[in-house]
């Protein structure tokens, strides 16, 4: 085994440094402009994709950083720029991991290019599963699918909601229930391909932050994709309900399964983790230069203990937090097991630090932090969606609580 390190090889500094002079030159300069208008900011995505930042080759090639640390790093960067342009640009990822997590290899093939387009045609996709009365409680989804066999087509009806992309996306997966007898277990994806027949975009969502990440419902009625459109194909998932309804026999077996679906989502979250680094470090870097320029009493007010306890505060919570999410990233690559709800502490300690830090932001440069004219108001803003997606808070805490203490997850 190497020596240990927490410093990022020549490799990783190379495309850190990449990605913060695009976060830097692109979208720091048009953060505002795009969150004032609360649109998908086409040009700047155009502009990711040219320089290949935005491609499915590079975000596979971070994702299968032997360290762990790519995405990560990816994500601190781009959020550390602005929230809802990074939102939009790695937003489409969510569905393209979908895919890759449960398609099958032609299926991949064919539908994640789609997901992208290229430099002249950019397209987004979305990746369908939260609902009105389904959010955290998955095991409440309605979507249906049902299996035409005469025609060997899905029909999938029902109201998809908080929806990244959703509508204006080019390719769509879709989360559907098909068999409700099983729970989560019943549940299955699929790929809606450009310009199906019933599905349209249902309320376009105007939003406190990420303004400039399209977020909105997707409505499904009487939706007909044909059978290879279901990922992974039919044959596997048949076998897949034939082993849950046997376990679902077994109360310990049952418990089992919804574990390991646990397991699934705590091995994400560290990447929601970065994003909210990159957000709470973007506010604290401003605040510092502000605090080092701005003079009252004729001296600057980092002079002042009660402003430089706060940003020596801010900073150590920020490095925490990163600490916590390299942790976790680390361990997930290294297939080491969440024994302690690693990733679930990464997304909730990042979380709150950012929505904390960018308040103390807010309050480090007065009236101006209150104003639309400085960008630490904008950020703070942002910062509230880290303590709800990917699973709230609270939710977060349930977890780690329920792991420590030996008992299920429900």
Known sequence: MGDFTLELNDEQQSVREWIHGFAADVMRPAAAEWDEREETPWPIIQEAAKIGLYSLDFYAQQFFDPTGLGIPMTMEELFWGDAGIALSIVGTGLAAVGVLANGTEEQIGTWVPQMYGDADDVKVAAFCSSEPDAGSDVGSMRTRAVYDQAKDEWVLNGTKTWATNGGIANVHVVVAVVDPDLGTRG?????????????SQGQKFKKHGIRASHTAEVVLEDVRVPGHCLLGGKEKLDERLARARERAKSAEGGERVKNAAMATFEASRPAVGAMAVGTARAAYEYALEYAKGREQFGRPIIDNQGVAFQLADMRTQIDAARLLVWRASW????????????????????????????????????????????????????????????????????????????????
């Not at 549940?187 to 599905?199: C, E, K, M, N, R």
């Open 187 to 199: 549940h299955a994806s699929f790929i809606v391909p450009p310009g199906t027949a019933g599905l």
């Open 331 to 410: 361990m997930a690559t290294a297939g080491r097991p969440f024994t302690s709800a690693e990733g679930s502490m990464s997304k909730l300690f990042a979380s709150e630090t950012a929505k904390k830090v960018t308040a103390q932001a807010i309050q480090i440069l007065g009236g101006n932090g209150y104003t639309r004219e400085y960008p630490v108001e904008r950020m703070h803003r942002d910062s509230a969606i880290y303590t709800i997606f990917e699973g709230t808070s609270e939710i977060q805490r349930l977890v780690i609580a329920r792991t420590l203490s030996g008992l299920p997850i429900r």
